[in-house]
């Protein structure tokens, strides 16, 4: 039995992917606040993984993404379940976490963008400095 991973991405793989799979999706699961606020890569759909005011894990994730692929975005004849799925966060680590789960509810196709939209901390405490999203001159968007 092949155990399936999520497979890291840096993001201008993930942004190649994107283009050459019109099925998939870009699924930001910050929070409400990170995404209108912060920015978010242009097309991404907010479901976050933690977000205010408790901070506590979604217990809907899952379903939620569930129904944007059910809803008429990406179809594939072989299911929803085979859609590609591009999570990021902010550093690629809630991403990963979201996606270990959605692997674990029988998606298979699952990539995490590993920098993120705005990479690690520098020297300075400043992100968008090393690497993310961003820093690779990926589109993005803010309100």
């Known amino acids: 039995m092949t155990v399936l991973t999520v497979e890291e991405l840096a993001p201008q ?4 992917l994107l283009q ?3 099925k998939a999706v870009l699924v930001d699961v ?4 990170e995404f209108l606020f912060i920015g978010h890569p242009v097309g991404a759909i907010n479901i976050p993984w933690i977000d205010e005011p408790d901070w506590v894990i979604n217990p809907n994730f899952v379903r ?12 594939d004849e072989s299911g929803s379940q085979a859609v590609p799925v591009v999570l990021i966060c902010r550093s ?3 991403s990963r976490e979201a996606g ?8 298979q196709r699952v990539y995490n963008v590993c920098d993120g939209f ?13 690497g993310g999203w961003r ?9």
């Open 118 to 130: 705005e990479g690690e901390l520098d020297e300075h405490h400043h992100r968008s400095t090393r």
């Open 92 to 94: 690629g680590r809630r």
């Open 135 to 143: 820093f690779a001159g990926l589109p993005w968007e803010q309100c």
């Open 100 to 107: 270990e789960l959605l692997l674990r509810e029988g998606f």
């Open 30 to 33: 910050r929070s409400h606040m």
């Open 20 to 22: 050459e799979e019109p």
């Open 13 to 16: 793989q993930a942004w190649q």
């Open 64 to 75: 939620e993404l569930r129904q944007l692929l059910l809803g008429g975005l990406p179809h």
